[in-house]
């Protein structure tokens, strides 16, 4: 029987009321589905996926309260380190309601990667992203590999192997 007061219950309720926003007139991507192309303002201008035609990008949607999106910040710190020689571009979508919110996260956990911001809430509809943190793998002729929905530590193995087998593919 599950227990409405436990704090356990509020908190998934909670996270899954957040969810409900996105999942409002989307739709999923699958594999092999080109990569909906974006144009949103960065810390560096503008950040146009179709920009980065050529190379494998690894596109996250964050939130500056989002608990995993936290923890995923040092992997994909590392991971754009290790691979930027080989092609690889991380892009973070920052999705909070106010882009200080995400400007303050960032001060606490710098990023290594471009990092946009989508305060409307528009890009994740086109994506069909229903949680956070969700990440997408798109290979070098722009067409999606993989999608991710949230992260833990346990997921750093496997993610780092679908990126290198991207960055190894042929175009």
Not at 43 to 61: A, H, I
Not at 96 to 116: C, V
Request: aromatic residues 10%; positive net charge.
């Amino acid at each position: 029987m599950i227990n409405c007061k436990s704090k356990k219950f509020r908190v998934i309720l909670l996270a899954l009321s957040l969810c409900v926003g996105f999942s409002e007139s989307t739709f999923a991507l699958e594999a092999g589905n080109k990569a909906p192309d974006f144009d949103l303002p960065g810390d560096q201008g503008m950040v146009k996926l179709s920009k980065s035609e050529g190379s494998v990008v690894y596109v996250d949607f964050w939130a500056s309260w989002c608990g995993p999106c936290r923890q995923s910040f040092s992997w994909m710190n590392d991971t754009q380190e290790k691979y930027r020689s080989q092609g690889l571009k991380i892009i973070g979508i920052n999705l909070d309601a106010k882009n200080e919110d995400a400007k303050k996260f960032l001060t606490q956990i710098p990023a290594k990667f471009t990092i946009a911001y989508d305060s409307k809430g528009v890009i994740p509809k086109n994506y069909g992203v229903k949680g956070m943190p969700t990440s997408f793998l798109i290979g070098r002729d722009g067409k999606i590999i993989f999608q991710h929905l949230g992260f833990k530590d346990a997921d750093r193995e496997s993610l780092d192997k679908q990126i290198k087998a991207a960055l190894e593919a042929r175009k």
